[in-house]
């Protein structure tokens, strides 16, 4: 049986906000800040106002579910915005994924559409490309990460005039949202754990840089490549465990135990890869599993759970593989 690519990804934004949830229990894969892909008009652009907004009458600390309050009179025609709680992060870029819990409810009825807060893990997408609603795009690119942002959306910055019937939104609907911005990532984001002793000679030894560049691999001399999964620990992060039926969001790099040659990395493309373990190979989705976001991995994958006898592009067959993965988040 053919291997599926290490390489192959996700398209972005599948997990955050792809389709809309009615019962506003979802999980970070239930809403669409999404526009019609078939659309060839540029998204609009909205005024930005500070209101009104209406209250957080519950759960108004970050990382806390929100509950609010019903719109208070008219909403304004403009995109309303506030920062309710102030973060000290990194300031999120066009193009980076974005991780964020998010809560959306109907100004008029207060009625949740979404939120990922009963998921138990934030959403993550991309951000600012045309793939979210306007209005996330706009207000969201140049907030920063432990920042709380309220905001009223107003049909033209939403989802338009045909609204969205699968979440119960009205063409004539504006839309609340409060969203904490958990982190920002782009390809010069590394994992930043804590370094972890990699004492075993006979295994490959990963750099523990954490400036956005691809780290060292260096391969044991005249050692022979071990027959089973290799799957520690280089930097452990403090974030979720990753599950076998997770996606993550990953920076990694992959060489040949033989040469130490590099067939791929996502450094030399600019691009974080996102994709579910599930699409891999079995050496990666059981390397993964159970490690923690924020983490460096290094993965030294045998041919049976890797490529196996016929190989892949770049990767013979029978050839063993090492990689270093940093484990930004888990979707």
Do not use: H
């Given at each position: ?92 870029a066009k193009g980076d994924y974005l991780q964020a819990d998010y809560l959306g409810q109907i100004w008029d009825t207060a009625k ?12 993550v997408f991309q951000i600012g490309v045309g793939q979210l609603i306007p209005a996330w795009d706009q207000v969201l690119v140049g907030?920063?990460a432990g920042d709380r942002v309220e905001m009223a959306i107003p049909p033209k910055y939403g989802y338009g005039e045909s609204g ?168």
């Amino acid at each position: 049986m053919r291997r599926r690519s290490v390489l192959l990804a996700l398209p972005a934004g599948l997990f955050a906000l792809a389709a809309c949830g009615d019962d506003g229990d979802g999980g970070s894969d239930s809403v669409t800040p999404s526009p019609d892909a078939e659309s060839p008009e540029a998204a609009p652009t909205g005024k930005i106002v500070d209101g009104p907004l209406p209250e957080l009458t519950a759960g108004q600390e970050f990382g806390e579910k929100p509950t609010i309050a019903k719109g208070p009179g008219d909403p304004s025609s403009d995109i309303a915005v506030q920062v309710l709680v102030a973060g000290t992060g990194a300031e999120v870029a066009k193009g980076d994924y974005l991780q964020a819990d998010y809560l959306g409810q109907i100004w008029d009825t207060a009625k949740v559409f979404d939120n990922s807060f009963d998921g138990g893990k934030p959403a993550v997408f991309q951000i600012g490309v045309g793939q979210l609603i306007p209005a996330w795009d706009q207000v969201l690119v140049g907030k920063k990460a432990g920042d709380r942002v309220e905001m009223a959306i107003p049909p033209k910055y939403g989802y338009g005039e045909s609204g969205n019937p699968q979440g119960g939104i009205e063409g004539d609907d504006t839309l609340v949202f409060v969203v904490d911005i958990v982190g920002t990532y782009n390809g010069k984001s590394s994992a930043q754990g804590t370094e972890v002793a990699q004492d075993n000679t006979d295994l490959p030894r990963v750099g523990t840089n954490t400036d956005g560049k691809a780290p060292s691999i260096e391969l044991p001399k005249e050692t022979d490549p071990p027959k089973k999964l290799v799957a520690n620990y280089v930097l452990e992060g403090d974030g979720a465990e990753v599950k076998e039926s997770d996606a993550v969001l990953v920076q990694y790099k992959g060489v040949l135990w033989d040469n130490g040659e590099q067939f791929d990395a996502t450094y030399d493309r600019g691009q974080l890869a996102q994709f579910s373990l599930q699409q891999v190979v079995p050496g990666w989705s059981q390397g993964l599993t159970g490690k923690k976001a924020g983490s460096r991995v290094l993965i030294v994958v045998p041919p049976d759970l890797g490529y196996g006898d016929e190989g892949q592009g770049d990767i013979p067959g029978g050839a063993t593989l090492v990689f270093s993965v940093d484990i930004l988040a888990v979707v």
